[in-house]
């Protein structure tokens, strides 16, 4: 098993505690929060162990959860992976590209490796269909949510859309073209809302729409392809798969078929896939740990969180 520890006993890293200490890859070791308030309330709740700095438990742990606001993620991984550990990393990865390309080089100079928390790689809604996701050409998502102040220290580009930007460049075999985009400011210093349309060089378009004050909780993707439509509703769990194929010369008397102007027929063909219930942040941990077990490259790598960042950056300087 690996020792590990979190960095951050808020909300989140609560959470990340409480799966750790489940889980049969990892040795919860402890945490370390600089709150001391956070500290004694978790310690007293939950009985973990609570480190009295960064130093003292980098040297009891192979890996460090990093479950820090977003603008301590580069110091706190920074110091992790000097220290020649594995570390796994919330996303965004860190506040800037030039610090996530820091780490990455950090990783390799320190022979450790690093997951980027994109758990939406591991919703079951989404893995159930990711391998009919063949060369999509359009891709609409919709990602919005209540107001929480909980995360609103970033745009909500880094908060919420880089979810999909991450999905969006996991299914694209293309560099992107071009970004254009807008984002208003509506309760927060930094926008609340934002639209963005990336064009990849292989002419596939991605439209994304992200908001933190919207009335209802949605977050839904839609793909386009060659004969093939696939719906992702990474909040419901569910997913749908519309193909179309040749209609057979004598189809079923219930089949739905389509004939366009030149005569060509096509046969709709509707599938739900099963969608098998999981704890997507479990699963997430649990394939970090099985990457440093057998030297493989995680599913989310520093490399590929790095992207996400740099596209979601990119986003963020269209509002200017």
């Known amino acids: 098993m690996l020792k ?126 990711k391998e009919s996701i063949h060369n999509p050409m359009f891709i609409e998502t919709h990602r919005l ?43 927060s210093q930094t926008p609340d809302i934002a639209n963005a349309r990336i064009e990849f060089e292989n002419g596939c378009v991605a439209n994304l729409t992200a908001s933190r004050i919207s009335l209802k909780n949605m977050r839904k993707s839609r793909f386009f392809q060659k004969d093939a439509y696939i719906s992702v509703d990474f909040l419901d769990k569910k997913s749908e798969l519309v193909r179309m194929d040749d209609a057979p010369e004598n189809p079923d008397e219930f089949a739905m078929i389509l004939q366009n102007a030149e005569g060509i027929k096509k046969q709709i063909y509707f599938e739900n896939p099963t969608i098998e219930s999981n704890n997507a942040i479990l699963d997430e941990l649990e394939s970090f740990a099985n990457a440093i077990e057998t030297n493989t490259t995680p599913v989310v790598s520093l490399n590929q969180g790095a992207k996400a960042l740099q596209i979601a950056l990119q986003i963020i300087d269209c509002f200017k």
């Open 4 to 129: 590990a520890g979190v960095l951050g006993a808020g909300h989140l890293g609560k959470i990340h505690l409480r799966l750790l200490q489940q889980s049969e890859k990892y040795e919860l070791v402890g945490f370390y929060d600089p709150v001391e308030q956070n500290t004694a309330a978790v310690e007293k709740e939950f009985g973990y162990k609570a480190f009295s700095s960064i130093e003292a438990l980098l040297a009891e742990v192979d890996v460090v959860d990093i479950v820090t606001p977003t603008l301590s993620h580069f110091d706190c991984a920074k110091q992790a992976l000097k220290s020649g550990k594995h570390i796994f990393i919330e996303k965004p990865i860190t506040k800037t590209y030039e610090e996530a390309n820091e780490l990455i080089a950090l990783a390799k100079e320190n022979k450790v490796r690093g997951q980027v928390g994109h758990v939406e790689r591991f919703n079951p809604a989404f893995t159930a269909v």
């Open 145 to 187: 949510a209540e107001f929480n102040p909980r995360g609103t220290d970033v745009p909500v580009v880094l908060d919420l859309m880089i979810h999909d930007i991450d999905i969006i460049l996991s299914v694209v075999n293309s560099k992107v073209k071009s970004i254009n985009a807008s984002g208003i400011s509506v309760i």
